[in-house]
T-cell receptor
């Protein structure tokens, strides 16, 4: 089945700096890659997603890039703010299974 | 649009006891998932329903876990008997139709087995 690896596991940045989280996946049939933000005591909330026919997608301070050849995708957050502090998960939708496989998560801390 | 509702929010039980979790998906969402999220890890799929039928339960520990979605709407997940390693957050998610996107997660039930 699909295997998603995520790095780093923890990331601390100064407010206003950029943060980058990287994921790799194993199933070449995967073609949907969402990113979720999970705050303490809450379920994962979708923040951005990308489909395999697109190489990059941007939504205000958040962007995602996808390299299908290398099977990796990344989340970029610019001008970070303290409220961006949370756990971020990448995921991939493998083949026809119509289910998500998640990475292990990145604890992002934005220092004021 | 109402979100995915889960209850209870928290549950503490002793090992070997039984427990049940409930999920009410977004209205009209035919696909429902139960995920297990152990502290410090990403969610892992336990079972996937399409309407009231099971699509994938390959990762469900069937000797102790069971799930049902009798009328294709609400779902319950049961653990009997519970083990210490079952301590986790149990997340329910739902999705409309056959698209690969559009997943919505509930807030989860945090289970502590002592």
């Amino acid at each position: 089945g699909e295997n998603v690896e995520q790095h780093p596991s923890t990331l601390s940045v100064q407010e206003g700096d950029s943060a980058v989280i990287k994921c790799t996946y194993s199933d070449s049939a995967s073609n949907y890659f969402p990113w979720y933000k999970q705050e303490l005591g809450k379920g994962p909330q979708l923040i951005i997603d990308i489909r395999s026919n697109v190489g990059e997608k941007k939504d205000q301070r958040i962007a995602v890039t996808l390299n299908k050849t290398a099977k990796h995708f990344s989340l970029h957050i610019t001008e970070t703010q303290p409220e961006d502090s949370a756990v971020y998960f990448c995921a991939a939708n493998p083949g026809s299974a119509r289910q998500l496989t998640f990475g292990s998560g990145t604890q992002l801390t934005v220092l004021p | 649009e109402a979100g995915v509702a889960q209850s209870p929010r928290y549950k503490i039980i002793e090992k070997r006891q039984s427990v049940a979790f409930w999920c009410n998906p977004i209205s009209g969402h035919a696909t429902l998932y139960w995920y297990q999220q152990i502290l410090g890890q990403g969610p892992k799929l336990l079972i996937q329903f399409q309407n009231n039928g099971v699509v994938d339960d390959s990762q469900l520990p069937k000797d102790r876990f069971s799930a049902e979605r009798l009328k294709g709407v609400d779902s319950t997940l049961k653990i009997q008997p519970a083990k210490l390693e079952d301590s986790a957050v149990y997340l329910c998610a739902s999705k409309q139709g056959q698209a690969r996107y559009g997943y919505t997660f509930g807030s989860g039930t945090r289970l502590t087995v002592v």
